[in-house]
């Protein structure tokens, strides 16, 4: 087995990516209190809640995954380079302006 060095960045990675998903479920469990509140939800709902949260997430990881692993950096790029650079520009100001819109505007 041929071994290459390095493997304290892979670490760090998946470090800092098991801290998000466990802020963002920290975040959804924070939020239950007020969710019951304004709904008037029981337990087992607020349970269906954070479960379909949790599970939503863990679903697109695992396909941001499989799409990084089938197309690579590289080829990602070569294709944003196809596309042309003013499609791309566009792209990113439509992600800008959705970034900055208050939760629950964008539906």
Do not use: C, K
């Amino acid at each position: 087995m041929n071994v290459r060095g390095g493997g304290l960045p892979t670490f760090l990675i998946t470090g800092v990516a098991a801290f998000m998903a466990s802020m963002d479920n920290l975040v959804v469990t924070t939020a239950l209190p007020t969710i019951r509140d304004r709904f008037n939800a029981s337990l087992e709902s607020l349970e269906w809640t954070v479960n379909a949260y949790t599970l939503t997430y863990a679903i697109f990881l695992l396909t941001a995954a499989i799409l990084g692993d089938r197309f690579g950096r590289r080829q990602g790029v070569a294709l944003r380079r196809e596309e042309g650079p003013q499609l791309v520009a566009h792209r990113r100001r439509v992600l800008g302006l959705l970034a900055g819109l208050p939760p629950g505007t964008a539906h």
